[in-house]
T-cell receptor, first 113, second 116 residues
Framework: GDSVTQMEGPVTLSEEAFLTINCTYT??????LFWYVQYPGEGLQLLLK?????DKGSNKGFEATYRKETTSFHLEKGSVQVSDSAVYFC????????????FGKGTRLSVIA | GAVVSQHPSRVICKSGTSVKIECRSL??????MFWYRQFPKQSLMLMAT?????????EQGVEKDKFLINHASLTLSTLTVTSAHPEDSSFYIC????????????FGEGSRLTVL
Protein backbone atom coordinates (compact mmCIF):
# COMPACT_ATOMS: atom_id res chain seq x y z
CA GLY A 1 0.00 0.00 0.00
CA ASP A 2 0.87 3.66 -0.07
CA SER A 3 3.34 4.89 2.51
CA VAL A 4 5.32 7.95 3.52
CA THR A 5 8.72 7.98 5.17
CA GLN A 6 10.11 11.13 6.70
CA MET A 7 13.21 11.85 8.67
CA GLU A 8 12.94 11.24 12.35
CA GLY A 9 13.33 14.06 14.77
CA PRO A 10 13.60 15.86 16.85
CA VAL A 11 15.38 18.53 14.90
CA THR A 12 16.79 21.46 16.82
CA LEU A 13 18.00 24.54 14.97
CA SER A 14 19.08 28.02 15.84
CA GLU A 15 17.01 30.91 14.57
CA GLU A 16 17.79 31.84 10.94
CA ALA A 17 19.27 28.42 10.19
CA PHE A 18 18.39 26.49 7.03
CA LEU A 19 15.84 23.71 7.41
CA THR A 20 15.43 20.52 5.43
CA ILE A 21 13.05 17.75 6.40
CA ASN A 22 13.29 14.78 4.07
CA CYS A 23 10.22 12.96 2.87
CA THR A 24 9.96 10.06 0.45
CA TYR A 25 6.89 8.15 -0.58
CA THR A 26 5.70 4.92 -2.10
CA UNK A 27 2.50 5.02 -4.09
CA UNK A 28 0.89 3.75 -7.23
CA UNK A 29 -0.26 6.19 -9.82
CA UNK A 30 0.06 9.92 -9.32
CA UNK A 31 -0.64 10.93 -5.74
CA UNK A 32 -0.94 14.45 -4.41
CA LEU A 33 1.64 15.38 -1.79
CA PHE A 34 1.22 17.56 1.26
CA TRP A 35 3.02 19.02 4.22
CA TYR A 36 0.96 19.63 7.33
CA VAL A 37 2.06 21.44 10.46
CA GLN A 38 0.85 20.88 13.99
CA TYR A 39 1.63 23.60 16.49
CA PRO A 40 1.66 22.70 20.18
CA GLY A 41 -1.81 21.88 21.44
CA GLU A 42 -3.46 22.43 18.08
CA GLY A 43 -4.80 20.40 15.19
CA LEU A 44 -3.31 20.02 11.78
CA GLN A 45 -2.94 22.83 9.32
CA LEU A 46 -2.12 22.47 5.68
CA LEU A 47 1.23 24.10 5.03
CA LEU A 48 1.65 23.42 1.33
CA LYS A 49 0.84 20.93 -1.35
CA UNK A 50 1.74 19.76 -4.85
CA UNK A 51 -0.51 17.75 -7.08
CA UNK A 52 1.77 16.72 -9.94
CA UNK A 53 5.38 16.04 -10.73
CA UNK A 54 7.73 19.04 -10.68
CA ASP A 55 5.15 21.21 -8.94
CA LYS A 56 6.53 23.33 -6.15
CA GLY A 57 4.37 24.08 -3.17
CA SER A 58 5.23 27.11 -1.07
CA ASN A 59 3.83 28.97 1.92
CA LYS A 60 5.21 31.09 4.76
CA GLY A 61 8.74 30.73 3.41
CA PHE A 62 8.54 26.94 3.24
CA GLU A 63 8.94 25.12 -0.06
CA ALA A 64 8.75 21.56 -1.32
CA THR A 65 9.08 20.19 -4.85
CA TYR A 66 7.31 17.07 -6.06
CA ARG A 67 10.09 14.88 -7.48
CA LYS A 68 8.65 11.82 -9.13
CA GLU A 69 12.02 10.47 -10.22
CA THR A 70 13.22 10.27 -6.63
CA THR A 71 9.70 9.90 -5.10
CA SER A 72 10.51 12.73 -2.75
CA PHE A 73 8.88 15.87 -1.38
CA HIS A 74 11.48 17.42 0.92
CA LEU A 75 10.48 20.44 2.97
CA GLU A 76 12.86 23.40 3.06
CA LYS A 77 13.03 26.85 4.58
CA GLY A 78 15.92 29.22 4.20
CA SER A 79 15.69 30.90 7.60
CA VAL A 80 13.65 29.42 10.41
CA GLN A 81 12.09 31.36 13.25
CA VAL A 82 11.19 30.39 16.79
CA SER A 83 7.54 30.48 15.74
CA ASP A 84 8.22 27.64 13.28
CA SER A 85 8.63 25.23 16.18
CA ALA A 86 6.05 22.53 15.56
CA VAL A 87 5.61 19.00 14.29
CA TYR A 88 5.66 18.65 10.51
CA PHE A 89 3.91 15.82 8.72
CA CYS A 90 4.46 14.75 5.15
CA UNK A 91 1.42 13.12 3.61
CA UNK A 92 0.11 11.77 0.36
CA UNK A 93 -3.27 11.19 -1.11
CA UNK A 94 -3.92 8.73 -3.87
CA UNK A 95 -5.20 9.76 -7.23
CA UNK A 96 -8.69 8.30 -6.87
CA UNK A 97 -11.39 10.60 -5.69
CA UNK A 98 -12.21 9.44 -2.21
CA UNK A 99 -9.00 8.36 -0.55
CA UNK A 100 -7.79 9.52 2.85
CA UNK A 101 -4.40 10.98 3.58
CA UNK A 102 -1.51 8.71 4.45
CA PHE A 103 0.88 10.38 6.87
CA GLY A 104 4.51 10.08 7.73
CA LYS A 105 5.44 9.80 11.39
CA GLY A 106 6.06 13.49 11.80
CA THR A 107 9.20 15.45 12.56
CA ARG A 108 9.37 17.69 15.59
CA LEU A 109 11.22 20.93 14.96
CA SER A 110 12.47 23.12 17.76
CA VAL A 111 13.95 26.49 16.90
CA ILE A 112 15.93 28.26 19.60
CA ALA A 113 16.71 31.93 19.73
CA GLY B 1 -10.91 28.53 3.63
CA ALA B 2 -13.11 25.69 4.67
CA VAL B 3 -13.60 25.15 8.38
CA VAL B 4 -13.99 21.93 10.27
CA SER B 5 -14.85 22.08 13.94
CA GLN B 6 -14.48 19.38 16.53
CA HIS B 7 -16.05 19.25 19.94
CA PRO B 8 -15.05 18.77 22.67
CA SER B 9 -11.40 19.74 22.35
CA ARG B 10 -10.59 18.02 25.62
CA VAL B 11 -12.50 15.43 27.59
CA ILE B 12 -11.65 13.45 30.68
CA CYS B 13 -13.80 10.49 31.59
CA LYS B 14 -13.87 7.53 33.90
CA SER B 15 -13.08 4.07 32.69
CA GLY B 16 -16.19 2.29 31.43
CA THR B 17 -18.05 5.36 30.30
CA SER B 18 -18.76 6.39 26.70
CA VAL B 19 -17.61 9.59 25.08
CA LYS B 20 -18.95 11.23 21.93
CA ILE B 21 -16.83 13.48 19.73
CA GLU B 22 -18.47 15.64 17.09
CA CYS B 23 -16.97 16.77 13.82
CA ARG B 24 -18.75 19.48 11.86
CA SER B 25 -18.04 21.05 8.53
CA LEU B 26 -19.08 24.66 9.05
CA UNK B 27 -19.18 26.11 5.57
CA UNK B 28 -19.37 23.18 3.20
CA UNK B 29 -21.07 19.85 2.84
CA UNK B 30 -18.84 16.89 3.53
CA UNK B 31 -19.92 13.66 1.91
CA UNK B 32 -16.89 11.94 3.38
CA MET B 33 -15.16 12.40 6.70
CA PHE B 34 -12.12 10.59 8.01
CA TRP B 35 -11.30 9.85 11.62
CA TYR B 36 -7.67 9.64 12.70
CA ARG B 37 -6.03 8.76 15.96
CA GLN B 38 -2.70 10.17 17.02
CA PHE B 39 -0.61 8.47 19.64
CA PRO B 40 1.98 10.46 21.57
CA LYS B 41 4.98 11.26 19.38
CA GLN B 42 3.55 9.20 16.56
CA SER B 43 1.84 9.81 13.30
CA LEU B 44 -1.85 9.93 12.58
CA MET B 45 -3.38 6.56 11.98
CA LEU B 46 -6.55 6.35 9.94
CA MET B 47 -9.31 4.72 11.94
CA ALA B 48 -12.26 4.84 9.60
CA THR B 49 -13.88 6.50 6.64
CA UNK B 50 -17.31 7.89 7.26
CA UNK B 51 -19.72 8.36 4.37
CA UNK B 52 -22.94 10.28 4.79
CA UNK B 53 -25.93 8.00 4.96
CA UNK B 54 -24.02 4.72 5.01
CA UNK B 55 -21.96 2.62 7.35
CA UNK B 56 -18.42 3.64 8.09
CA UNK B 57 -15.52 1.69 6.68
CA UNK B 58 -13.05 0.74 9.38
CA GLU B 59 -9.35 0.15 8.97
CA GLN B 60 -7.90 -3.19 9.90
CA GLY B 61 -7.43 -3.55 13.62
CA VAL B 62 -9.97 -0.88 14.59
CA GLU B 63 -12.88 -2.25 16.61
CA LYS B 64 -16.07 -1.00 15.03
CA ASP B 65 -18.13 -1.89 18.10
CA LYS B 66 -15.86 0.18 20.28
CA PHE B 67 -15.51 3.17 18.00
CA LEU B 68 -18.98 3.93 16.73
CA ILE B 69 -19.15 6.34 13.84
CA ASN B 70 -22.30 8.02 12.66
CA HIS B 71 -22.50 10.36 9.68
CA ALA B 72 -26.15 11.27 9.69
CA SER B 73 -25.91 14.54 7.79
CA LEU B 74 -23.67 16.24 5.29
CA THR B 75 -22.19 18.48 7.97
CA LEU B 76 -21.85 16.22 10.98
CA SER B 77 -20.03 13.02 11.84
CA THR B 78 -19.70 11.65 15.36
CA LEU B 79 -17.24 9.25 16.91
CA THR B 80 -18.36 7.53 20.08
CA VAL B 81 -15.78 5.70 22.14
CA THR B 82 -17.80 3.11 24.03
CA SER B 83 -16.79 1.69 27.39
CA ALA B 84 -13.60 3.69 27.29
CA HIS B 85 -10.45 2.39 28.93
CA PRO B 86 -7.13 4.12 29.67
CA GLU B 87 -5.57 2.66 26.52
CA ASP B 88 -8.14 4.61 24.50
CA SER B 89 -6.61 7.85 25.72
CA SER B 90 -5.40 9.61 22.63
CA PHE B 91 -5.77 12.58 20.32
CA TYR B 92 -8.58 12.05 17.84
CA ILE B 93 -8.74 14.17 14.69
CA CYS B 94 -11.39 14.31 12.02
CA UNK B 95 -11.00 15.54 8.52
CA UNK B 96 -13.56 16.35 5.91
CA UNK B 97 -13.56 16.28 2.17
CA UNK B 98 -15.60 18.87 0.39
CA UNK B 99 -17.70 18.09 -2.62
CA UNK B 100 -14.95 19.33 -4.91
CA UNK B 101 -12.19 16.85 -5.64
CA UNK B 102 -9.35 19.28 -5.04
CA UNK B 103 -7.18 16.77 -3.23
CA UNK B 104 -7.28 18.78 0.00
CA UNK B 105 -8.80 17.62 3.21
CA UNK B 106 -9.69 20.00 6.01
CA PHE B 107 -8.92 19.05 9.56
CA GLY B 108 -10.65 19.69 12.82
CA GLU B 109 -8.75 20.99 15.81
CA GLY B 110 -8.61 17.56 17.39
CA SER B 111 -10.05 16.13 20.58
CA ARG B 112 -7.82 14.94 23.39
CA LEU B 113 -9.41 12.10 25.31
CA THR B 114 -8.07 11.08 28.69
CA VAL B 115 -9.58 8.02 30.33
CA LEU B 116 -8.87 7.67 34.02
Amino acid sequence: GDSVTQMEGPVTLSEEAFLTINCTYTATGYPSLFWYVQYPGEGLQLLLKATKADDKGSNKGFEATYRKETTSFHLEKGSVQVSDSAVYFCALRGDSGNTPLVFGKGTRLSVIA
Amino acid sequence: GAVVSQHPSRVICKSGTSVKIECRSLDFQATTMFWYRQFPKQSLMLMATSNEGSKATYEQGVEKDKFLINHASLTLSTLTVTSAHPEDSSFYICSAKSGKNTGELFFGEGSRLTVL
